[in-house]
């Protein structure tokens, strides 16, 4: 059983670039989910994926979009990159959809760490 | 204020300690309670999830679960270098989506 994989695992751009982050999700899991986890915080939910519909958003504006794919691989790109975007961007899959982590935990991935300049 | 409340350390105890980590939350909402642990350049590895109030072991981990005063904690027993890591507390409710607290750092030294 894979884990979960992200790519690159580093990446440094300039204010107003736009980037893409990779996600294979774990075997077998239909949902993925990305999170931004900024220095000393938490992870901050931006939005959920379930059978490649968006199914779930968090407070993040509409210049953080993904896609997720049928073979349940995903993106996140990110349009007119500001300062305060640089995190570690986290990618989880679980099982369903609309199921409670009780039932469905998170399987992260070891995340990208995007640096805005 | 924010949704959950977890202090963020760090917190250095000896090799072999008791070690409590705590959180608090406001949302009467959240039934299902989790616990991250976090190694430095790593993603979040699930540790224990608990549903409601009451207490639930494995192995040196226990996890305790007050909803009367919104309050959770994460025992780590016999504590190692190992364990040294950010502990981040996870809960949500009718919701797929856990609210995450900001995470401990944990310090355990030979």
């Known amino acids: 059983e894979t884990g979960v994989t992200q790519s690159p695992t580093h990446l440094i751009k300039t204010r107003g670039q736009q980037v893409t982050l990779r996600c294979s999700s774990q075997?077998?899991?239909?949902?993925v989910s990305w999170y931004q986890q900024a220095l000393g915080q938490g992870p901050q939910f931006i939005f959920q994926?379930?059978?490649?519909?968006?199914?779930g958003r968090g407070n993040f504006p509409p210049r953080f979009s993904g896609l997720q794919f049928p073979n349940y691989s995903s993106e996140l790109n990110v349009n007119a990159l500001e300062l305060d975007d640089s995190a570690l961007y986290l990618c989880?899959?679980?099982?369903?959809?609309?199921?409670?982590?009780?039932?469905?935990?998170?399987?992260f991935g070891n995340g990208t760490r995007l640096t805005v300049t | 204020q924010k949704e959950v409340e977890q202090d963020p350390g760090p917190l250095s105890v000896p090799e072999g300690a008791i070690v409590s980590l705590n959180c608090t939350y406001s949302?009467?909402?959240?039934?299902?309670f989790m616990w991250y642990r976090q190694y430095s350049r790593k993603g979040p590895e699930l540790l224990m999830y608990?549903?409601?109030?009451g207490n639930k072991e494995d192995g040196r981990f226990t996890a305790q679960v007050d909803k009367s005063s919104k309050y959770i904690s994460l025992f780590i027993r016999d504590s190692q270098p190992s364990d040294s890591a950010t502990y981040l507390c996870?809960?949500?409710?009718?919701?797929?989506?856990?609210?995450f607290g900001r995470g401990t750092s944990l310090i355990v030294h030979p």
């Open positions: 994926y379930y059978r490649e519909e968006e199914n």
């Open positions: 075997s077998g899991h239909n949902t």
């Open positions: 996870a809960m949500t409710g009718g919701s797929y989506i856990p609210t």
């Open positions: 608990t549903y409601s109030s």
């Open positions: 989880a899959s679980s099982l369903a959809g609309g199921a409670s982590s009780y039932n469905s935990p998170l399987h």
């Open positions: 949302n009467s909402a959240f039934q299902y």
